[in-house]
């Protein structure tokens, strides 16, 4: 049985997904603000590292999966620069925290939770996203703060799934054995979409968001996908971002992709070049 760490474990759908692994037979650590095995604030780096040091002290060194469900959303009235930090640094500073840990389990696999948004919202700040993936928080935060939540959401989650791409095929990842995936969930029923705390106007527009299936996604459901990404079954994903959205991208972005690839020669060379 494997030893997996999930934060945002305290509510919806990281809740669901400890739910569902303990059932399995798993052990799980907890990482949230409140309410569970490591207390921690994901949104400080302080935060990140006394979380990595408490996961190492309590997994004994050895991680099998980490699973970044911790999260913030652009209806919870909080500021971008604290959203855009607790979003994308705190899933991607924990994930490089743990990688000794998880290379120590010999087959780890790491699950963020990226968002449908970054599909079907138009209007993300492209620089936001560009901060994230130079890793600059100080000016991620800036930006977020300035373009406020709502934008700020899609563009940490993509800059998330883009991070998830960039470094899965990395010697540093893949070649020590751990897979890093994302999930695109579409409206999913948890707190951060039916709390009363959200902002009633707002709140609104969710009711009209399309979703061909004809109901929101349940906690459970993006957990039985998470534990198969967690899992041996999934050993070929590798950088995956995968939609589970009932529908939702297929019906707002029908052909964009899969997108047909023109490679110059250049590209074309460094990508295929023959292993000596
Ligand atoms: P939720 O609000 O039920 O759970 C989020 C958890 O993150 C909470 O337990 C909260 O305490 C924790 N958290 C927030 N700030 C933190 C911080 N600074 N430090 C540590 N923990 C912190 O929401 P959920 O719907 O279960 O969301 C889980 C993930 O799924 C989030 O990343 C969210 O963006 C993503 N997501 C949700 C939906 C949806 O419709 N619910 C859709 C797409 C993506």
Not at 3 to 20: D, F, K, N, W
Not at 62 to 74: D, F, T
Not at 136 to 156: F, H, K, L, N
Request: overall charge negative.
């Amino acid at each position: 049985m494997a030893t997996y760490v999930i934060t945002g474990a305290a509510s919806g759908i990281g809740a669901a997904s400890r739910r569902r692994l303990e059932s399995d037979g798993h052990t799980v650590i907890g990482v949230d603000i409140a309410h569970t095995d490591v207390v921690a604030d994901l949104s400080t780096p302080g935060g990140r590292s006394a979380a990595a040091a408490a996961i190492d002290e309590a997994s004994g060194g050895v991680v099998h999966g980490l699973v970044c469900c911790a999260g913030l959303g652009s209806l919870s009235r909080v500021s971008g620069g604290t959203l855009a930090a607790v979003n994308f640094f705190g899933a991607v500073d924990l994930a490089i925290a743990l990688k000794p840990a998880l290379e120590r389990a010999r087959g780890a696999s790491v699950v963020v939770i990226s968002s449908s948004s970054t599909t079907t919202q138009p209007g993300i700040p492209k620089n936001l996203v560009a901060a994230c993936l130079d890793h600059d928080e100080p000016e991620a935060v800036r930006i977020g703060d300035e373009v406020t939540a709502i934008p700020a959401y899609p563009a940490s989650k993509l800059a998330l799934a883009w991070w998830i791409r960039r470094e899965a095929v990395r010697p540093e990842w893949i070649g020590k054995g751990i897979r890093l995936n994302a999930i695109a969930p579409g409206m999913i029923d948890t707190p951060m979409t039916n709390s009363a705390d959200l902002d009633p106007e707002l709140a609104k527009a969710l009711d009209f968001y399309p979703i061909p299936l004809g109901r929101r996604g349940r906690p459970d459901e993006i957990a039985a996908l998470i534990a198969f990404l967690l899992g041996p079954d999934s050993t070929l994903f590798c950088g995956s971002v995968v939609f589970a959205d009932g529908g939702t991208d297929a019906q707002l972005r029908q052909q964009d992709w899969p997108a047909e690839w023109t490679p110059t020669t250049e590209e074309l060379t460094r990508h295929f070049q023959a292993k000596t």
